[in-house]
């Protein structure tokens, strides 16, 4: 079992930036597909960005457009998600999550154990 907390967010200006840091706690960091996913008020969560295991493959939800990387550090027990160009469509609360499956996934159902949330804000 991992326990996850997010940190990071907070109020930006649009076109500026944000990096989110999940830091796990518990066994086996390593052995979990990690994923950061979004929930806008009024909107269904929904998949932003994935990181395999070894940090061999990435996969990002088409609205990123190259304005997003995700990355993983498996000795710090931590996944990032650094937000670039950000615009205020891209307000929400931002969630990590893993998933004990090896492959990757986006839909949120596959992943086993998320954290609390950060919230993002965006101004115009």
């Known amino acids: 079992q991992v326990q996850l907390v997010e940190s990071g967010g907070g109020l930006v200006q649009a076109g500026g930036s944000l990096r989110l840091s999940c830091a796990a706690s518990?066994?086996?960091?390593?052995?979990?597909?990690m994923g950061w996913f979004r929930q806008a008020p009024g909107k269904e969560r929904e998949f932003v960005a994935a990181i395999t295991r070894s940090s061999g493959n990435t996969y990002y939800a088409n609205f990123v457009e190259g304005r997003f990387t995700i990355s993983r550090d498996n000795a710090k027990n931590t996944v990032y998600l650094q937000m670039n160009s950000l615009k205020p469509e891209d307000t929400a609360v931002y969630y990590c999550?893993?998933?004990?499956?090896?492959?990757?996934?986006?839909?949120?159902?596959?992943?086993?154990?998320w954290g609390q949330g950060t919230q993002v804000t965006v101004s115009s």
């Open positions: 999550a893993a998933r004990s499956r090896p492959w990757y996934s986006n839909r949120e159902n596959d992943y086993d154990y």
């Open positions: 518990g066994r086996g960091f390593s052995n979990y597909v």
